[in-house]
């Protein structure tokens, strides 16, 4: 079942990626890969027997390193504009479709880590990585321009848990690398919320 996800969202990908897309007909495949995706998510959260409370907040590894594991839920609210209404341009709606792609590898990757911290499996471990691999894969499609709060945070989240994924492994300097990244993308959100919370300066005329 993990093959399939990893084959039909590749599919989806390069149906994006395609410069004469017929996007009604992406806007489907899309859709398709990714309600499959998501029942492999079910049956994995099924075989768990997993809460729902038990994905909510952040776990740590023995380590004492955070893991980052609390899901995107995906209804009818959050559902990308390409699947409600078909006045968007091309571009539009291949930035939504990718987002809304990137967002089920990444819940595919959290139900794969968090069985690979529960119990240990070493092949759900890399069952993550790749997952989280192909949604920073889909992310770096995105307009850097038009950076939305659920992207940019998906994309802190990635490169931490892919960065304690590689620690567990004892790769620990190609790990620091994903942990830089995320050092990188911390500072910026910090400084761009510092210049938000700055008072606006009042000129005063003599």
């Not at 939504?96 to 070493?122: D, K, P, Q, Y």
């Amino acid at each position: 079942a993990f093959a399939d996800s990893m084959r039909a969202t590749k599919r989806a990908q390069q149906a994006l990626d395609s410069p004469a897309a017929d996007y009604g007909a992406v806007i489907a495949e899309t859709y398709q890969t990714i309600t499959e995706v998501q029942t492999h998510i079910q049956a994995l959260h099924t075989q768990q027997q997993s809460s729902p409370a038990a994905f909510a907040y952040g776990m740590h590894d023995h380590r004492g390193l955070i893991v980052y594991t609390r899901p995107v839920l995906l209804n009818a609210n959050n559902c990308p504009k390409a699947f409600q209404t078909t006045n968007l341009t091309a571009d539009q709606c291949r930035e939504s479709c990718t987002e809304f792609l990137a967002v089920t590898m990444f819940n595919m990757a959290l139900t794969h880590h968090i069985n690979a911290l529960s119990n240990g499996n070493a092949a759900s471990n890399q069952k993550a990585f790749s997952s989280y691999k192909m949604a920073l894969s889909l992310l770096s499609k995105c307009n850097a321009a038009s950076m939305t709060a659920l992207r940019a945070t998906i994309n802190k989240a990635i490169l931490n848990n892919m960065g304690q994924i590689l620690t567990s492994q004892g790769q620990v300097q190609v790990a620091r690398q994903y942990f830089n990244g995320l050092s990188a993308l911390l500072e910026v959100a910090s400084m761009e919320q510092m210049e938000q919370e700055q008072p606006t300066k009042q000129v005063q005329w003599d």
